[in-house]
């Protein structure tokens, strides 16, 4: 990952701006020029994986790892946009869910799709997204989300080096469709189903209490025709400090991520 050098005096303005829940839409776009980046999964290896079950510092979810490339082209899934409360001892947090294509064992590019849910002192706020990995991630804009809101994210590979990010707020009606090109190409090896502790510069953010995100209608398109859902995915938990932070399980259609 390469990072953007950025002058003190405009990271001060960005913590001051990141401190006012007053004025979170500058707080965000401050977020963004300032590098906030979903990253690759960061496994963890430390002993105690069970059947199907990993463990990363970032990842929770489902994720297709073991197929070779030019396998997966889309993935889709729905899910109810949750009210995130700060963690035990916090005042803030946030998580993010998201769709995606790569960033396991092809760590070269992830073209991804979601949604961060942040709370700041007690005001919640949340933001759609799409990116195209190793570059950050951009908000989407003319589309508004609410908590209960029924939200389907969806990625598409026109090829290794463009695609689409697409999403719908069910509930309201309103599609809002990104086309990207990188210079990074997919490997279209990996499909996954997400709830992230993303990165902020080159720390995690504090990890919010999300409750459950539920991706239904999960499924994964194939290069050669058809769709697979969820269910024989690899799951992964996130552990951090010596603990385990969420519960993930799986049906043929859809992937539950409960923070615990």
Not at 125 to 147: L, N, Q, R, V
Not at 192 to 202: F, N, P, Q, T
Not at 206 to 226: C, D, M
Not at 237 to 254: C, M, R
Request: glycine share 10%; charged share 15%.
């Amino acid at each position: 990952m390469v990072y953007s050098l950025a002058l003190l005096g405009n990271l001060l303005l960005a913590s001051a701006a990141l401190a006012a829940p007053s004025s979170r839409l500058g707080a965000r776009l401050d977020r963004r020029r300032n590098g906030q980046q979903s990253k690759p999964v960061n496994r963890l290896t430390d002993g105690h994986e069970v059947s199907n079950v990993e463990y990363s510092s970032n990842w929770a979810g489902a994720v297709y790892d073991s197929y070779p490339s030019g396998t997966f082209k889309s993935v889709t899934g729905t899910f109810i946009v949750p009210t995130p409360k700060a963690a035990s001892g916090s005042s803030s947090g946030s998580a993010s869910a998201w769709v995606g294509i790569d960033g396991d064992t092809c760590g070269n590019a992830i073209l991804q799709t979601g949604v961060d849910f942040t709370v700041t002192n007690g005001a919640v706020s949340y933001d759609a997204w799409y990116e195209w990995y190793p570059d950050y991630a951009y908000d989407f804009s003319g589309i508004t989300i609410s908590a209960g809101d029924s939200i389907t994210t969806t990625v598409t590979a026109t090829s290794t080096k463009a695609g689409t990010a697409v999403i719908t707020n069910n509930t309201t009606g309103k599609t809002v469709t990104k086309s990207l090109t990188s210079t990074y190409a997919l490997c279209e090896e990996n499909a996954e189903w997400i709830v992230e502790d993303y990165e902020e510069g080159s720390s995690l953010v504090t990890f919010a209490n999300f409750g459950t995100v539920t991706f239904t209608g999960a499924s994964a398109g194939l290069v050669a025709g058809g769709s697979i859902g969820p269910g024989s995915a690899d799951t992964i938990d996130i552990e951090q400090n010596s603990q385990v932070l969420t519960s993930v399980s799986t049906t043929s259609t859809s992937v539950t991520v409960s923070y615990v």
